[in-house]
């Protein structure tokens, strides 16, 4: 049986053998600065829900996903159909695509969290995939991403905390620069579980880091602002927590 989220009245569907989405699609797809026109891709888009969500808030996007999986890119596929979505789904490697050069206004992620050397492999090669970055780490994105976003163009990504002085590094020497930042809580009481950062091509700002965001209340309940990110987005199943990948 597939895991079924309500988008638009509609519904995205995603494969039970592989990884599947926890909470840091609504999170990015919240945390992007989406605008009319934008020409954006997704990458690593998996059942799609991040270009889905993206598109529910702003309609007027151009938005590319690519997954090098098969089975997820198929349901991709499927669930930008049921949605009734205009999204390209990219079947591919995204290192070995061919993209034009300053093509995007923002490029999202959310990537492998663990490098190949850290912790245990899992035996389902697509969670493994999702999780370490056995096809995509993040200084191979970076390499690929900087020439195919446009100058002024954002690029939004989220990590786990132990990853951030790395993350901010690899963005800043190729000229991608940090400019927002915020942690996700479990709750008030907890260490951030992850970051999202947004970097700005070629021009440098102050950092900025927003308030946290605390998911869920005490008595585990989410808190009013997770709701508000759910509501934004009319999603019906809440079950996504913040998990680790």
């Known amino acids: 049986m597939n895991t079924a989220a309500t988008i638009k009245n509609q ?17 990015l797809a919240d945390f992007a600065r989406l605008l009319p026109g934008q020409e954006v891709l997704d990458i690593g888009t998996g059942c799609g829900i991040i270009s889905l969500l993206m598109v529910y808030r702003e309609p007027e996007l151009k938005v590319t996903g690519i997954e090098i999986q098969d089975s997820a890119a198929a349901n991709a596929e499927e669930n930008v159909t049921k949605n009734q979505m205009e999204i390209k789904i990219i ?29 245990h492999i899992n035996p389902d090669e697509g969670k493994a995939i999702a999780r370490h970055e056995l ?14 976003l446009k100058r002024g163009g954002h690029i939004t990504l989220a990590y786990p905390p132990i990853r951030l002085q790395e993350t901010l590094h690899e963005l800043e020497m190729r000229e991608l620069f940090p400019s927002r930042v915020r942690f996700i ?3 008030k009481n907890s260490e951030a579980k992850i970051f999202l950062v947004e970097a700005i091509k070629q021009k440098k700002s102050d950092l900025i880091v927003d308030s946290p965001l ?23 199943d809440r079950t996504h927590h913040i998990g680790e990948k």
Request: net charge positive; charged share 25%.
């Open 214 to 236: 605390y998911v869920y209340n005490k008595d585990g309940s989410y808190s009013k602002e997770m709701k508000e990110i759910y509501d934004s987005f009319n999603c019906i």
């Open 135 to 148: 096809k995509l780490s993040l200084s191979a994105m970076l390499d690929k991403t900087k020439p195919i």
């Open 185 to 187: 809580h479990g709750n």
């Open 11 to 27: 519904i995205t569907v995603q494969n039970d053998s592989g990884y599947r989405y926890s909470i840091e699609p609504f999170l």
């Open 91 to 119: 079947r591919g490697d995204f290192l070995n695509l061919k993209l034009a050069p300053k093509q995007f206004d923002l490029i999202v992620s959310n990537p492998p969290y663990r490098k190949v050397n850290s912790g």
